[in-house]
């Protein structure tokens, strides 16, 4: 079955980083694109970045970009999101999703191209 299991969250101070990380299994890995979402306490779920397949594409969302990068390492079946120059509005719970197809859509309805997700790991952002 599929798995995604996110690791690397944590508290950081303002303007600190920290490496996420999603082990998948329980699929071809390569063959899908992925992405990271986050919810923060109180709001809805945010799409943050995603990634395709072949790592030939990247987006991110306005409010990380410059700031976050996301990668993946087909070999280690694992998904990556470094997390660079934090702030308190970045504290949320942050999932990993596996796409339904090789590339990242972006549309109002994207969470509909997601068919599994992990447990989510949390982030605190704070001094």
């Known amino acids: 079955q599929v798995q995604l299991v996110e690791s690397g969250g944590g508290l950081a101070q303002p303007g600190g980083s920290l490496r996420l990380s999603c082990a998948a299994s329980?699929?071809?890995?390569?063959?899908?694109?992925m992405s990271w979402a986050r919810q923060a306490p109180g709001k809805g779920l945010e799409w943050v970045s995603g990634i395709y397949s072949n790592s030939s594409d990247t987006y991110y969302a306005d409010s990380v970009k410059g700031r976050f990068t996301i990668s993946r390492d087909n070999a280690k079946n694992t998904l990556y999101l470094q997390m660079n120059s934090l702030k308190p509005e970045d504290t949320a719970r942050y999932y990993c999703a596996k796409a339904k197809g090789t590339i990242v859509v972006l549309s109002t309805t994207w969470i509909i191209e997601y068919d599994y997700w992990g447990q989510g790991t949390q982030v605190t952002v704070s001094s």
């Open positions: 329980g699929f071809t890995f390569s063959n899908y694109a």
